[in-house]
């Protein structure tokens, strides 16, 4: 499944790679509610919870259904600035009804709520659906959205400065020290850009995020299967340190579309594309090629010897492994006039230590 964005008849100059320290904030935040996700960041996480102050710590838990599993549209700018302040200002810009829907769809999950619907504040029906759907969501998230639906100024001024809060505990810190990777990022992106075009650019980003043939549509490998515009505004990327390995999308209604990809680590290997996950997936799932995998994981065979040792024909050996060097499971050598096939062990680990275990087992 995609999110499509239409870029058609978009000016190169509206596609945009700048830095973001909301956003930023926003995913060091994740970070703190979901550090399961981020296994190289959970000795950060652990050092930052430590040294938080009861009363933030608290604060944090209060409202991290606004980052934990989606962001809030107005955490994530369509038009970054040069300080976190700055970009709260902007928050601060947004209309209540603007505000609240946003909040709303992410305390009340992005499934259940909808952009266009009527507003919670002003509909008597949303007003209840909201709150059912915050209840079903546990006592927290309920007591968030009856507080923001009571008195949105009070609860808006809390997040900003829960969030001042956060820059002078952890994140003033963290910024320094992530800045000079995202400038750089920066830099190549925007070189690309400008000399190779909104294709380069864009490869360069994620394998999940590409440009569709025709060059109209921007692609990205997501949950949701959907599309949206540009609409002329543009579309904004920013590179994050701390959000490793998600892509965050904003691409509801009225907002501008919005990437935030990971900045990559030399030292890690690039992500694989949903489409190669679900191809190994859908080859292991016979059992005769995990037979046939098994084997090879032993060593090298051709197709003769794989054949004769589970007494099936070759033709039908052929097809089984076809599937498994489509996945990128196999490698081969030819010797004369054979060619021997085995495991590819990097990307076979990949999958998980409990899938090696089995198959060498």
Same mark, same amino acid.
């Given at each position: 499944?995609?999110?499509?964005?239409?870029?058609?008849?978009?000016?190169?100059?509206?596609?945009?790679?700048?830095?973001?320290?909301?956003?930023?904030?926003?995913?060091?935040?994740?970070?703190?509610?979901?550090?399961?996700?981020?296994?190289?960041?959970?000795?950060?996480?652990?050092?930052?919870?430590?040294?938080?102050?009861?009363?933030?710590?608290?604060?944090?838990?209060?409202?991290?259904?606004?980052?934990?599993?989606?962001?809030?549209?107005?955490?994530?700018?369509?038009?970054?600035?040069?300080?976190?302040?700055?970009?709260?200002?902007?928050?601060?810009?947004?209309?209540?009804?603007?505000?609240?829907?946003?909040?709303?769809?992410?305390?009340?999950?992005?499934?259940?709520?909808?952009?266009?619907?009527?507003?919670?504040?002003?509909?008597?029906?949303?007003?209840?659906?909201?709150?059912?759907?915050?209840?079903?969501?546990?006592?927290?998230?309920?007591?968030?959205?009856?507080?923001?639906?009571?008195?949105?100024?009070?609860?808006?001024?809390?997040?900003?400065?829960?969030?001042?809060?956060?820059?002078?505990?952890?994140?003033?810190?963290?910024?320094?020290?992530?800045?000079?990777?995202?400038?750089?990022?920066?830099?190549?992106?925007?070189?690309?850009?400008?000399?190779?075009?909104?294709?380069?650019?864009?490869?360069?980003?994620?394998?999940?995020?590409?440009?569709?043939?025709?060059?109209?549509?921007?692609?990205?490998?997501?949950?949701?299967?959907?599309?949206?515009?540009?609409?002329?505004?543009?579309?904004?990327?920013?590179?994050?340190?701390?959000?490793?390995?998600?892509?965050?999308?904003?691409?509801?209604?009225?907002? %501008?579309?919005?990437?935030? #990809?990971?900045?990559?680590?030399? =030292? $890690? &290997?690039?992500?694989?594309? @949903?489409?190669?996950?679900? /191809?190994?997936?859908?080859?292991?799932?016979?059992?005769?090629?995990?037979?046939?995998?098994?084997?090879?994981?032993?060593?090298?065979?051709?197709?003769?010897?794989?054949?004769?040792?589970?007494?099936?024909?070759?033709?039908?050996?052929?097809?089984?492994?076809?599937?498994?060097?489509?996945?990128?499971?196999?490698?081969? %050598?030819?010797?004369?006039? #054979?060619?021997?096939?085995?495991? =590819? $062990? &990097?990307?076979?680990?990949? @999958?998980?230590?409990?899938? /090696?275990?089995?198959?060498?087992?």
């Amino acid at each position: 499944m995609t999110l499509r964005i239409d870029i058609s008849g978009l000016p190169s100059g509206r596609l945009r790679f700048a830095a973001s320290p909301l956003a930023e904030l926003t995913a060091m935040l994740h970070v703190l509610a979901e550090p399961g996700h981020h296994p190289q960041l959970a000795g950060w996480a652990a050092d930052v919870w430590a040294g938080l102050a009861p009363t933030l710590a608290e604060r944090l838990k209060e409202a991290e259904f606004l980052w934990r599993s989606s962001r809030a549209d107005f955490l994530v700018p369509a038009r970054p600035r040069p300080t976190l302040a700055e970009e709260l200002d902007d928050v601060d810009r947004i209309d209540d009804e603007a505000y609240v829907t946003a909040a709303l769809v992410t305390t009340c999950g992005s499934n259940r709520v909808h952009y266009g619907m009527p507003s919670p504040l002003t509909d008597a029906t949303a007003r209840e659906r909201a709150l059912d759907l915050a209840q079903a969501r546990g006592a927290v998230q309920e007591a968030f959205a009856e507080r923001l639906l009571a008195d949105p100024s009070a609860v808006r001024a809390r997040v900003r400065d829960t969030l001042e809060q956060c820059a002078e505990a952890f994140f003033d810190a963290a910024w320094r020290d992530v800045a000079p990777q995202l400038t750089a990022d920066l830099r190549m992106k925007n070189d690309l850009l400008k000399r190779q075009g909104i294709g380069a650019a864009l490869a360069s980003v994620s394998s999940a995020v590409t440009l569709a043939p025709d060059g109209n549509r921007i692609i990205v490998d997501k949950l949701q299967d959907t599309a949206t515009a540009a609409d002329g505004t543009g579309v904004t990327f920013l590179p994050s340190a701390f959000g490793r390995p998600h892509l965050v999308a904003v691409y509801a209604p009225g907002w %501008q579309p919005v990437v935030q #990809y990971p900045v990559p680590e030399p =030292s $890690l &290997p690039a992500p694989v594309s @949903l489409e190669t996950v679900r /191809l190994r997936l859908d080859a292991l799932a016979h059992p005769v090629r995990l037979r046939l995998l098994r084997t090879l994981a032993r060593g090298p065979h051709t197709t003769g010897e794989l054949a004769h040792a589970w007494e099936l024909s070759p033709p039908e050996v052929s097809r089984h492994l076809a599937v498994l060097r489509r996945a990128g499971l196999l490698t081969s %050598q030819r010797r004369g006039r #054979y060619v021997r096939y085995t495991v =590819s $062990l &990097p990307d076979l680990t990949t @999958l998980g230590s409990d899938l /090696l275990a089995a198959v060498l087992r």
